[in-house]
């Protein structure tokens, strides 16, 4: 191919690869179920999931000066 170009002959042409489309993984979801499944495995019973509180701005105190 080379010494084609160097001759200035015209190069082959080259086919490109047919582009499959990727599997597309739900990592979230494929995370949960090895969760669960390791949880499973070792006897443990899921916990639903809690929610942490909320945190409040704490108010701005005024100072006397």
Not at 9 to 34: H, N, R, T
Not at 43 to 50: F, L, V, W
């Amino acid at each position: 191919m080379i010494e084609a170009k160097q001759e200035g002959q015209q190069l082959p042409e080259i086919p490109e690869p047919e582009a499959k489309p990727a599997g597309v993984v739900d990592l979230m979801s494929a995370l949960e179920e090895s969760v669960a499944k390791a949880k499973e495995a070792r006897g443990e019973t899921a916990k639903p999931k809690k929610r942490a509180a909320k945190k409040t701005a704490g108010r701005k105190s005024k100072r006397s000066a």
